[in-house]
């Protein structure tokens, strides 16, 4: 009989392993300090950045990839664009780029891409994949207090059979990092809680600028970072480059930090 190469283990143990340690890893993450929704370049910079400082981060992503649109760059073209100073934070993930002219700088969205996310991986950060926010959980004044989430698949369901109740996991902050979507801060404004004005006019030089300046808490236990801050006050959209989604989720990690602090954490 020829030798085998692999160990004798089948179909139960391999099942098994895949339940036994996401149920341990769920179960550990339904309170946490900092639940960030949204995998795209602004949310895992801020994952990154609050776990390199013992910070328990989890965070919840739609879809069944990490990196938003930052694998894939602009138009359908895996090239990602930043400007002056967002090759820093390039340099310091050890993405490889170029200078395409002064002040702009180029690089491979895949390998951009997957060097942010191994980053995060490697700074502590875990994830719940195909896990679609559906609410907050609210405690006094209005404090967000944690969020609701269910599986993604749900949304697509047939109307008369969607009764999956969803979960709810407790923290101590939140952050919106969904993009111009803006999920958990347009779940404020529905609630009569926030008012977002929506994002304008494409305008990459006043956007970016304005972007990281305006990364900060929007309301007690939220903060808002990447193309979600467009969204909740009003600014222009960036467009396909990412220096100011990068340094927005390096901004929002400091503004949590310094909110955990008051609190004690």
Same mark, same amino acid.
């Given at each position: 009989?020829?030798?085998?190469?692999?160990?004798?283990?089948?179909?139960?143990?391999?099942?098994?392993?895949?339940?036994?340690?996401?149920?341990?890893?769920? $179960?550990?993450?339904?309170?946490?300090?900092?639940?960030?929704?949204?995998?795209?370049?602004? #949310? %895992?910079?801020? #994952?990154?950045?609050?776990?390199?400082?013992?910070? $328990?981060?989890?965070?919840?992503?739609?879809?069944?990839?990490?990196?938003?649109?930052?694998?894939?760059?602009?138009? !359908?073209?895996? /090239?990602?664009?930043?400007?002056?100073?967002?090759?820093?934070? %390039?340099?310091? !993930?050890?993405?490889?780029?170029?200078?395409?002219?002064?002040? !702009?700088?180029?690089?491979?969205?895949?390998?951009?891409?997957? /060097?942010?996310?191994?980053?995060?991986?490697?700074?502590?950060?875990?994830?719940?994949?195909?896990?679609?926010?559906?609410?907050?959980? %609210?405690?006094?004044?209005?404090?967000?207090?944690?969020?609701?989430?269910?599986?993604?698949?749900?949304?697509? %369901?047939?109307?008369?059979?969607?009764?999956?109740?969803?979960?709810?996991?407790?923290?101590?902050?939140?952050?919106?990092?969904?993009?111009?979507?803006?999920?958990?801060?347009?779940?404020?404004?529905?609630?009569?809680?926030?008012?977002?004005?929506?994002?304008?006019?494409?305008?990459?030089?006043?956007?970016?600028?304005?972007?990281?300046?305006?990364? $900060?808490?929007?309301?007690?236990?939220?903060?808002?970072?990447?193309?979600?801050?467009?969204?909740?006050?009003?600014?222009?959209?960036?467009?396909?480059?990412?220096?100011?989604?990068?340094?927005?989720?390096?901004?929002?990690?400091?503004?949590?930090?310094?909110? !955990?602090?008051?609190?004690?954490?």
């Amino acid at each position: 009989m020829k030798k085998k190469i692999f160990s004798p283990v089948g179909e139960k143990e391999v099942t098994r392993a895949i339940v036994d340690e996401f149920a341990k890893q769920f $179960k550990e993450y339904v309170e946490s300090d900092c639940i960030i929704i949204g995998a795209g370049p602004s #949310g %895992l910079m801020a #994952g990154r950045q609050l776990s390199r400082k013992g910070v $328990k981060v989890f965070i919840i992503e739609r879809n069944n990839y990490l990196g938003g649109g930052f694998w894939i760059g602009g138009y !359908l073209m895996n /090239k990602l664009t930043v400007r002056e100073p967002g090759q820093i934070v %390039l340099k310091e !993930l050890g993405i490889p780029y170029k200078q395409y002219t002064k002040g !702009l700088y180029v690089a491979d969205g895949p390998h951009a891409c997957s /060097k942010l996310i191994a980053s995060a991986c490697d700074a502590g950060v875990k994830f719940a994949n195909m896990t679609i926010f559906d609410d907050v959980v %609210l405690r006094e004044n209005n404090r967000i207090a944690g969020v609701v989430v269910n599986w993604t698949p749900v949304t697509a %369901l047939p109307r008369e059979i969607t009764c999956v109740d969803p979960v709810a996991l407790e923290c101590k902050i939140v952050v919106d990092a969904t993009g111009h979507d803006a999920c958990v801060v347009r779940k404020l404004e529905e609630r009569g809680l926030i008012k977002a004005p929506g994002f304008g006019a494409m305008w990459v030089e006043h956007s970016e600028d304005l972007v990281v300046e305006h990364t $900060k808490e929007a309301h007690p236990g939220l903060v808002v970072c990447g193309m979600s801050v467009t969204t909740t006050f009003g600014l222009p959209r960036m467009g396909p480059t990412f220096g100011a989604m990068l340094l927005s989720g390096k901004k929002a990690a400091e503004v949590v930090l310094g909110i !955990l602090k008051k609190r004690g954490k």
